[in-house]
C-alpha cells in the first residue's frame, strides 16, 4: 500500500455510511476483523481532515473571540480523534 489516491471527502462519507448498513456478523471473523480495520481507518482519515481543517481555522482566524472559537473547536476535534483511534467494532 505505498500509493496514496485522491477521493472526495463526500464519497468517503458515503463509504463509511454504507459500510457501517452492512450486517456482516455472520461472516468469517477474518471478514469482520478486515471490515473493522477498513471503517476504522476511514473514520480515523476523515477526522484528520476535520483536524487539519479546525487548525487551518486558527491560522485564519480574526481578533480574539474567534481565535478563541477556533481553538477550542479545534482541541475539541483533535480530542476527538483520539476517541475514534480507540473505538473498535462491536461484534
Known amino acids: ?3 496514496n489516491v485522491l477521493i472526495p471527502i463526500p ?10 448498513c ?3 456478523t455472520d461472516y ?18 476523515l477526522q484528520k ?13 480574526r481578533g480574539d473571540d474567534e481565535i478563541h472559537n ?3 473547536e479545534y482541541l ?3 480530542n476527538r480523534l483520539n476517541d475514534i483511534a480507540a473505538d473498535g467494532c462491536s461484534f
Not at 464519497?11 to 457501517?20: A, F, K, S, Y
Open 11 to 20: 464519497l468517503v462519507r458515503q463509504i463509511i455510511e454504507i459500510l457501517n
Open 28 to 45: 468469517d471473523r477474518a471478514v469482520r476483523d478486515g471490515y473493522c480495520d477498513i471503517i476504522q481507518e476511514l473514520n480515523v482519515k
Open 49 to 61: 481532515l476535520e483536524v487539519r481543517d479546525a487548525y487551518a481555522k486558527i491560522i485564519a482566524a
Open 1 to 3: 500500500m505505498g500509493k
Open 70 to 72: 477556533a481553538r477550542m
Open 22 to 24: 452492512w450486517d456482516i
Open 76 to 78: 475539541w476535534q483533535k
